[in-house]
């Protein structure tokens, strides 16, 4: 059994800055791609940024140049820092991770960008 436990959301001012964090636990011997998604009110659930087990990135359109994705192996946690934050940021997000090449999902952490 694999669990993730997301951390980090929270409220912030439209500018302000937050790191969230995923750490998988269980019985694991091998990731694969490791990512973020989120899904505002009345939207459907959309990709934020994935990092590939080599260290590649992808990011959406709406994020790329504010949010920076990263791993770290050892510790089986990925991470999103989220800079220049918006108020269109505000959504729950996801960290999705592959294990033995089944995705897993994160309960979600909530963000609310608002002054």
């Known amino acids: 059994q694999v669990q993730l436990v997301e951390s980090g959301g929270g409220l912030v001012q439209p500018g302000g800055s937050l790191r969230l964090s995923c750490a998988a636990s269980?019985?694991?011997?091998?990731?694969?791609?490791m990512g973020w998604y989120r899904q505002a009110p009345g939207k459907q659930r959309e990709l934020v940024a994935i990092?590939?087990?080599?260290?590649?990135?992808n990011y959406a359109d709406s994020v790329k140049g504010r949010f920076t994705i990263s791993r770290d192996n050892a510790k089986n946690t990925v991470y999103l820092q989220m800079d220049s934050l918006k108020p269109e940021d505000t959504a729950i997000y996801y960290c999705?991770?592959?294990?033995?090449?089944?995705?897993?999902w994160g309960k979600g952490t909530l963000v609310t960008v608002s002054s």
């Open positions: 269980g019985r694991i011997f091998s990731i694969g791609e």
């Open positions: 990092i590939g087990s080599g260290g590649s990135t």
């Open positions: 999705n991770v592959g294990v033995h090449g089944r995705p897993y």
